[in-house]
Every structure is written in structure tokens, then in C-alpha cells.
């Protein structure tokens, strides 16, 4: 049974960089029919999606927050990362990432949810 | 970006009630919608994709409807385990949206 699994720090100071690695198991990161990607949620608010990878390494992001993100994967280590540089309050939410059925280059639809990470910045 | 937009809000209904959730982009998505269903304290679940599919395993009382701006969820008859919050979601430009979500509860 694939799954997804988000790790990182519970907990951010501004203006440092939030990092969290998503690790895949039951499934390889490197299957051409998936996308992977990392969407939010702020607490009591609804869904933003950050960006998305393909396994050969192109990216794809939210232009909302493109000046600040950074996903890469490691196909070696079945994962992939969130890199969030120059983080506010605002940035303050529940981190998930999961995977999509490649429908349109980038795009699809989500099958595959972690559970979700809570991360807070503060200082 | 594209705006999604989903009406209403929030909603309560009765067990057994038929239960219509809508959706309205913003410009033309073709068939490029998803819809999710989210409890408390829980990630996403896929419902329906592409507007009218639905995810293996979701019970065939969720079925989705429409085409270009304006699409539907439907509950044929509500279940208790169907309180959640629901979202909508396009995947026909970058970024990928979400509608601001509807909340289902039991009157």
C-alpha cells in the first residue's frame, strides 16, 4: 500500500527557511505517470498548492510563492523536499504532500495524501 | 490565477437528505476538475476527478457533474460519516486552485 510521509521541524523562527522531505513508500518516485507535490493549509483556512516535481527534475510552482520555494527530489532515496526561504507568520499552516496522476504536464489529480505536518513560525 | 468559487459556504442537512454542492470557475476549465472531501484533523480524500469520475472505492452515492465554468457535487442521500469540509480543485492552468471549500454538517 503506497503512503506518504512528511518530516521536518514543528517549529520555524522567522526569517529562517522551513525545509520538510516528503518520503514515499510502496511505490517508486520515479514512475512516469506521477506528479509530486506539496500544498498547504493554514490553520482554520483552506487548501494552496506550493508546487509540484516530476522525477526527472522539472518543477513546477505557485507564482504566489515561487520567489521563495524550492522542491527537489532524490530518486535514489524514493523523497522529495520543500525548501520555504524568508518565512513570516503568514507562512504558518499544515504542510502536505502527495502525489498526482499526470493528466496534463504538471497537473492532475491528487490519489495520494500524508498526513500532513503542522509547522509554526515563530520566533 | 484561476478563481474558483463554491456555493454555499456551509450547509446542514438531514440523514438521508440529497445534498448539491457548486462549483464556478472563472473562465473555461473544460473538465479539469477534482473534488476532495476533508475531515477534522485529516489530509484530503479524492472523491471525483476529471468532473465526472469517481476515485475507486468512493461510495456511488458522490457523483459529479458539469463542463467549462459551472460543476456539481452531489450527495444523492447524506451519511453521517459524509460531515466534512469539501473542495474543488482545477488542474487546467498552473497554479492549480481550490475553491474556499464547503462545510457539511447534520441539522
Known amino acids: 500500500q503506497p503512503q506518504l510521509q512528511e518530516s521536518g521541524p514543528g517549529l520555524v523562527k522567522p526569517p529562517e527557511t522551513l525545509s520538510l522531505t516528503c518520503s514515499v513508500s510502496g511505490d517508486s518516485i520515479s514512475r512516469s505517470t506521477y506528479f509530486w507535490g506539496w500544498i498547504r493549509q493554514p490553520p482554520g483556512k483552506g487548501l494552496e498548492w506550493i508546487g509540484s516535481i516530476y522525477y526527472t527534475g522539472s518543477t513546477y510552482y505557485n507564482p504566489s510563492l515561487e520567489s521563495r520555494v524550492t522542491i527537489s527530489i532524490d530518486t535514489s532515496n524514493n523523497q522529495f523536499s520543500l525548501d520555504l526561504s524568508s518565512v513570516t507568520a503568514a507562512d504558518t499552516a499544515v504542510y502536505y504532500c502527495a502525489r498526482s496522476w499526470v493528466v496534463v504536464t504538471a497537473r492532475g489529480y491528487f490519489d495520494l495524501w500524508g498526513r500532513g505536518t503542522r509547522v509554526t513560525v515563530s520566533s | 490565477d484561476i478563481q474558483m468559487t463554491q456555493s454555499p459556504s456551509s450547509l446542514s442537512a438531514s440523514i438521508g437528505d440529497r445534498v448539491t454542492i457548486t462549483c464556478q470557475a472563472s473562465?473555461?476549465?473544460?473538465?479539469?476538475l477534482n473534488w476532495y472531501q476533508q475531515t477534522p484533523g485529516k489530509a484530503p480524500k479524492l472523491l471525483i476527478y476529471a468532473a465526472s469520475t469517481l476515485e475507486t472505492g468512493v461510495p456511488s452515492r458522490f457523483s459529479g457533474r458539469g463542463s467549462g465554468t459551472d460543476f456539481t457535487l452531489t450527495i444523492s442521500s447524506l451519511e453521517p460519516e459524509d460531515i466534512a469540509t469539501y473542495y474543488c480543485q482545477q488542474y487546467d492552468r498552473v497554479p492549480i486552485t481550490f475553491g474556499q471549500g464547503t462545510r457539511v454538517e447534520i441539522k
Open positions: 473562465r473555461d476549465i473544460r473538465n479539469y
